[in-house]
Structure formats: structure tokens, C-alpha cells
């Protein structure tokens, strides 16, 4: 029988104490489960062969499965170069909250002997792909990938944001807000829920818009399919510049009559979640959503 995921990838944001002593257990329980291993060059260790310290964008292409250690901040980065490549990710949860990065880091040597044995799911994640396009017809920015969401707000944070939102090119509504989100259900969990978004399931296949604290209490969220294109237009009237963001990183700097074009990714992001994972438990006890305050059940 061949063997599962012969070559592992270790991505890692960090550089402290614990990811050393993480990352350093982790290689030694690949090596001791025959796997070849590929190191981010960030992270460069003794007991990995330097001719294995990849860059990011290789690792991605030469791995069969790569594991991030760190929080979900650090999965959201490492997935630019993994989703494209189609790679898919076991996250090992070294931050706080830890969505999707959900192995603590005492129950490595089982997930990994469930995922290697073959009992593990793979959970395909829809993200977005966004496009910045001027008035003048140039596009400074295009093809960025988000996992969890695109974000338009002003610069000014006591200022608010005049703006308008499209989907396939019919116009659903003008905006006065400090900005609006563009989640996906992954991200539904993250800046969206804070804005007071819904939670989607992440088998759907579908994408939150929510405006940030509008001007106007009937400017709801609204869920629009995943396969639609949503348009983002800054108004002209008023000179204030903003800022488009995804994933919590700025990818644009935006002026009036810019158009942020959002439409859902031609690939996935491919979580592996070893035998037993479970999302609403998951939901349960990082957001101790669905419970009473004084519950004690999981």
C-alpha cells in the first residue's frame, strides 16, 4: 500500500520558544512516521536537511500535505500560496482563538497516526478573489485572495464612507457606513460576526455582506450566492480616501470612484480535520455559542 502523504510541509509564522519546541516535536514525529519533510526557509532547523527549506510558493508545490503551526492569523497567510497550489492544510493551534487551526498541540501524535491511517475529512473552503479597479480604467491591485473577508472602510476613523454595492451589475443599494465586509462562511466567524453578521455553515456556498455600524439602522446584512459578483463603488462626493483590506492585511489604497470587484475564487482552500472534528463543537467553545453562561457541557 502507498503511503499517505509521504511529503509533510511545516509552515510557521514564529520564531519564539513554543513554536521552536512545537515545530522541533512535530519534525521528530514525522521523521519517526517515515515522512520527508519540507521546512518553511523562514524556520530553518539543524535536524531538517537544508535542501529541504523551501520558500513558501515551493514548499506549497513539492508538499502532499503541509502543516501550519500558529494561529488562524498565520493559516490565512500561508494559504495564499497553498490554496493555489491545492495543497491541503492540517492546522496546529499555537495562537488563542484558533478556528482553523484546531490540533492542539497535545494531540499531535493522534491526529497525525488518525490522518496517516486515513481518518481524517478533507473540508474544502470556499474564499474570495478581489480586484481593484481606478475610474481611470487601470487595476493597481488584482487577484488578491481572501479566506475570511474583504473589507472597504474610510481611513478616517471618525469619518464615514459613501459608497454603493452591485451584484452582477445590478445595483442593490447606496451606503453610508464606516465600511462593509465580504465574508465568506469561513470568515462569518471572524470581522463579519463582530459587525453583527450571521453565522454561515461553511458547506455553504455563499458570501455575508455586512456594513459597519451604518448611518442608517435599515441597512441590514444581506447573504448573496457564492457564484454572484459583488461590486463595491466609492462615492465621488466626498474626498475621503479608504482602505481595502483582506484577511486583516491592507491590499489597496482606494480613492473616489475606485471599484473593488469580489467574486469567489476558481480554487479552495482544503482543510484536513482528523477523525472526530466537529464545527459546532468548535463553535461551542471558542465562541460558547448555543449555551447558557453557567453550562459546562462541550
Known sequence: MSQLFPTVGIIARNNDAATIATRDDVIAKLKARGRRICLDARQQASNVDNAYCLSPDKLAHISDLVLVLGGDGTLLEASRC????GTPVLGIN???????????????????????????????????????????????????????????????????????????????????????????PTGSTA????????????????????????????????????????EIVIGRDRQDDALFTRDGEVGAELIPGDRVIIRRAPFALTLIHADGYDYFSILRNKLHWGRGQNSSGT
Open 82 to 85: 497553498l490554496a493555489p497550489a
Open 94 to 184: 499555537l495562537g488563542r482563538l484558533g478556528f482553523t487551526v484546531d490540533i492542539a498541540p497535545t494531540e499531535v501524535s493522534d491526529a497525525l497516526d488518525a490522518v496517516f491511517d486515513g481518518r481524517y475529512a478533507c473540508d474544502d473552503r470556499m474564499i474570495l478573489q478581489a480586484d481593484v479597479v481606478r475610474a481611470t480604467g487601470d487595476a493597481p491591485a488584482a487577484g488578491m485572495i481572501a479566506v475570511n473577508e474583504c473589507v472597504v472602510r474610510n481611513r478616517a476613523v471618525a469619518r464615514v464612507l459613501d459608497f454603493d454595492t452591485y451584484m452582477d451589475g445590478m445595483f442593490i443599494s447606496q451606503h453610508r457606513a464606516d465600511g462593509i465586509v465580504i465574508a465568506t
Open 191 to 230: 470581522h463579519a460576526l463582530s459587525a453583527g453578521g450571521p453565522v454561515l455553515h461553511p458547506d455553504l456556498a455563499a458570501i455575508a455582506m455586512v456594513p459597519i455600524c451604518p448611518h442608517t439602522l435599515s441597512d441590514r446584512p444581506i447573504i448573496l450566492d457564492a457564484d454572484r459578483t459583488v
